[in-house]
């Protein structure tokens, strides 16, 4: 048993009910491992989990994902040791100086790649990753509309629809995001707090509907999302940082040309080892050669947990936002 320092939700609601405290953690059990944590990322989903947009049973500890270096392991775990370097996502409770994960949820970090950054690369990072090789695998001369372009997600998208040759329609709220959304590839850039006719303005620049839509906005972009797709191309809606988007007249998939929809998360193109593994090793690796930037755009003591998210639900970060155990 030993002590450990984490973020708390005590209730469903704004942010202040987060509590970072002191308690006891046990020895890791049969199949886990106990890392000393060096980040954890700070992403939409810690907000949805704390307003109960996704209903948790409270108190628990917030975060999905971290790195850092295992200090224990529990009985019957044999492909992870002491001292390794490892990361995960998809694992709650990350956001602690130390904690006890299941083996089979951490993957080793490559040497060269800082633990900050492997902690900021992993859940944006496998969330782009799946976006654009499986839930719309973009081809070479593919169209891709991105909002919120400078965002955590958005600034992978941007770079692995690139990378697959594709070409990238981004949007964000303010120039500046997309600067940093040209500088990563990004062709095409409009700022959606400028336009009126944001659908009018993604077709002009594209000189054609897009062939996909990767939407994490949600309620404020769908319906221009959906205007913006050519017949039977891909509407993904994968999050909501703007507010879920309400009830949906299926009808309207006719109208718009043979539209395809999907809501995806992470949670089931990594539910594999192996997928999972493949994933990170992707993501990682890029990250290691230098051809994945991670733009770490704000690094906060534990203990300021809620001014983090008060950043990112208030639109005025870019990049990944993440905590670590001391200023
Ligand atoms: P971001 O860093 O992208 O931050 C959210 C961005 O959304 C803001 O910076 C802002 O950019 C834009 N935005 C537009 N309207 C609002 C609003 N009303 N309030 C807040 N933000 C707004 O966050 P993440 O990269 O962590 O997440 C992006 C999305 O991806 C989220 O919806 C998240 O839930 C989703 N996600 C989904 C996953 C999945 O598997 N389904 C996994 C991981 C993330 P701007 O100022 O440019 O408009």
């Not at 491992?33 to 939409?44: L, S, T």
């Not at 409770?93 to 083996?103: D, I, L, M, Q, R």
């Not at 992978?156 to 995001?177: C, F, I």
């Not at 009018?200 to 221009?224: H, L």
Request: with cysteine; proline share 5%; hydrophobic share 45%.
């Amino acid at each position: 048993m030993i002590r450990a320092t984490s973020v708390f939700v005590s209730e469903p609601g704004d942010r202040s009910v987060l509590q970072v405290r002191d308690h006891d953690l046990p020895d890791p059990a049969e199949g886990e491992v106990q890392v000393e944590v060096a980040a954890a990322g700070v992403n939409f989903i810690d907000v949805y989990k704390r307003q109960g947009v996704y209903p948790v049973p409270t108190p628990f500890v917030l975060g999905e994902e971290g790195a850092g270096t295992v200090t224990a392991v529990g009985p019957g775990v044999g492909d992870v040791a002491v001292g390794d370097r490892v990361a995960w996502c998809q694992a709650s409770g990350s956001e602690s100086t130390v904690v006890n994960k299941p083996a089979r949820l951490v993957v080793p970090v490559p040497d060269g790649v800082d633990l900050e950054v492997a902690a900021a690369a992993m859940l944006q990072g496998l969330t782009a990753h799946y976006l654009v090789t499986s839930t719309y695998a973009v081809k070479p001369g593919d169209v891709a509309l991105v909002h919120a372009a400078a965002g955590g997600v958005g600034q992978l998208l941007v770079q692995m629809v690139t990378a697959r040759g594709g070409v990238v329609v981004a949007t964000a709220g303010s120039d500046e995001k997309l600067d940093i959304a040209k500088s990563l590839g990004a062709q095409h850039l409009i700022n959606y707090s400028t336009v009126d006719d944001l659908a009018g303005a993604v077709r002009r620049a594209a000189g054609r509907g897009v062939d996909v839509a990767y939407d994490g906005v949600g309620k404020s972009t769908f319906d221009a999302s959906l205007a913006s797709l050519r017949p039977r191309g891909m509407m993904v809606l994968f999050g909501g940082a703007s507010g879920q988007v309400p009830p949906f007249d299926i009808q309207r998939l006719n109208s718009g040309g043979s539209l395809f929809l999907t809501r995806p998360t992470l949670a089931h193109y990594v539910a594999e080892r192996e997928e999972y593994e493949w994933r990170a090793g992707e993501v990682l690796g890029a990250v290691a050669d230098g051809s994945l930037k991670i733009d770490v755009g704000g690094r906060y003591p534990l203990t300021e947990a809620a001014t983090a998210y008060e950043a990112l639900e208030g639109r005025r970060t870019t990049g990944k936002l993440i905590l670590v155990p001391t200023a």
